[in-house]
C-alpha cells in the first residue's frame, strides 16, 4: 500500500474492524462497509481487495452519489451505440471492468429504485445486460459497498430493497467514529504531524502544546480522520517556532472576524454602555464551559483564564507584548496572569 493508504490506531474499536476486514477478505461474499464520513470506509475496500484472491484483479471504484440518476445505471452496467441520446459508440460498464476483481460501489445508499433492481439482479445471479443490449453478460466480480446511511430504516422506509440489502450484507463492517477511538487521536495526530514536519524541512519534529493536545482531545472530529489530518497539516505549516511545541490549533479553517455571515449586513455598532464601554458580544460556544457541572467556582474561573492564556499565547506565537494588546492587558499585568498559573516556571512562555 502507499504512502496514502495507512491504517494508524490503538483503539480495540478500530483494531476490531481491521480484524473484522482481514477475516472477511479471502472469501467471495459482498461486504457492506458502514461509517461516518471520513472514517476509511475507502481504506476498508481496498483492504478487503488486497488480501484477497482477486488482489492481482482489477479494483473499480464508483461512487454512487457523484453521478445523476440517469446516468448511474450507464455507468454501472455499460450501453450499446444508440441506446439514447449522446451514446454514439458502445461502452463496457463498471461490472465488465472489475470482471475477476472487485468493484467498490460507494455512496450506496443513493442508488435509484431502477438502479437497485438491476444491481440486486447482478449480484444474484452475476449477468449485467448493457443498456440497448438484447442479451446479458456474465460477470465475475466481488461487491464491496460502502455508505454512512441507515440502509435498515432506509429499507423499511421504502427506499432501498430489503432483498438487495439482505444480499449485499453477508458481512457488515461498522467503522467506529474518532471519537470512541480511545488514544487514537495523539497517535494519528503525532503521525500527520511528523510527516508535515518533514515535508516542510524541519530537524525535528517539536511535537504539540498541551493546551493543543487537550484542545484535540476535548474536540468532537465531526470530520473524523479525514478532518483530523487536515487541522493538523494545517496547524503545523503555519507555525513558524521549529523549536517549541505547536501552540496554536485551528478546527475552523473559515474562522475570521472577517468571514461573510450569508445574512443580512450586520447592525451599527451599539452605542457604548453605561460605564463607557462598548457591549460585547456574546462569548464563542468554545468558550464557554459547562455551568450546570461547576461545583468549584474558583477553580473554574481558573481553569478557564488558564486556557485563555494558552490559547492567546500559542495564537500570537508566544509574544508576550502581542498576547497583552490582544487580551487588554499590559504587559505586566499579563506576566502576572502567566506567573499566577505556572506557565512561566514550567517554562512554557519564553
Not at 474562522?255 to 464563542?284: C, I, L, T
Request: charged residues 25%; glycine residues 10%.
Amino acid at each position: 500500500m502507499d504512502r496514502e493508504v495507512q491504517f494508524i490506531g490503538q483503539s480495540s474499536a478500530f483494531l476490531d474492524a481491521v480484524e473484522r476486514a482481514s477475516r472477511a477478505a479471502p472469501m467471495r461474499r459482498p461486504v457492506l462497509v458502514i461509517g461516518e464520513r471520513g472514517t476509511g470506509k475507502e481504506l476498508i475496500a481496498e483492504r478487503l481487495h488486497r488480501l484477497s484472491t482477486r488482489w492481482q484483479e482489477p479494483l473499480v471504484t464508483m461512487n454512487c452519489a457523484a453521478l445523476p440518476e440517469t446516468l448511474i445505471e450507464a455507468e454501472l452496467f455499460g450501453h450499446e451505440a444508440g441506446a439514447f441520446t449522446g451514446a454514439t459508440r458502445a461502452r463496457a460498464g463498471r461490472f465488465e471492468e472489475a470482471h475477476g476483481g472487485t468493484l467498490f460501489l460507494d455512496e450506496l445508499g443513493t442508488l435509484s429504485m431502477g438502479a437497485q433492481e438491476r444491481l440486486l439482479r447482478a449480484v444474484e445471479y452475476g449477468e449485467v445486460a448493457r443498456i440497448g443490449a438484447n442479451k446479458p453478460i456474465m460477470v465475475d466480480v466481488r461487491i464491496v459497498a460502502a455508505t454512512n446511511e441507515n440502509l435498515p430504516k432506509m429499507a423499511d422506509e421504502g427506499r432501498f430493497r430489503p432483498d438487495l440489502l439482505d444480499r449485499l450484507s453477508f458481512e457488515v463492517i461498522t467503522l467506529p467514529p474518532l471519537r470512541v477511538r480511545e488514544g487514537d487521536i495523539a497517535v494519528l495526530a503525532d503521525y500527520y504531524g511528523r510527516r508535515m514536519a518533514a515535508e516542510l524541512g524541519w530537524p525535528a519534529w517539536p511535537g504539540f502544546a498541551a493546551h493543543v493536545a487537550r484542545a484535540m482531545e476535548d474536540y468532537a472530529w465531526p470530520g473524523n480522520v479525514r478532518e483530523l489530518r487536515n487541522v493538523v497539516e494545517r496547524a503545523v505549516y503555519r507555525w513558524d517556532d521549529p523549536g517549541r511545541g505547536i501552540g496554536h490549533i485551528q478546527f475552523d479553517p473559515f474562522e475570521s472576524p472577517w468571514r461573510p455571515s450569508g445574512a443580512s449586513p450586520a447592525p451599527a455598532k451599539q452605542a457604548p454602555a453605561a460605564g463607557g464601554a462598548a457591549a460585547e458580544a456574546p462569548a464563542p460556544a468554545a468558550l464557554r464551559p459547562e455551568l450546570d457541572g461547576v461545583t468549584d467556582l474558583r477553580g473554574a474561573v481558573d481553569a478557564h483564564e488558564r486556557a485563555i492564556l494558552e490559547h492567546h499565547l500559542g495564537r500570537n506565537r508566544y509574544n508576550q507584548r502581542q498576547t497583552a494588546k490582544a487580551l487588554g492587558l499590559t504587559y505586566d499585568q499579563l506576566r502576572h496572569c502567566l506567573r499566577k498559573h505556572g506557565l512561566l516556571e514550567r517554562g512554557e512562555v519564553a
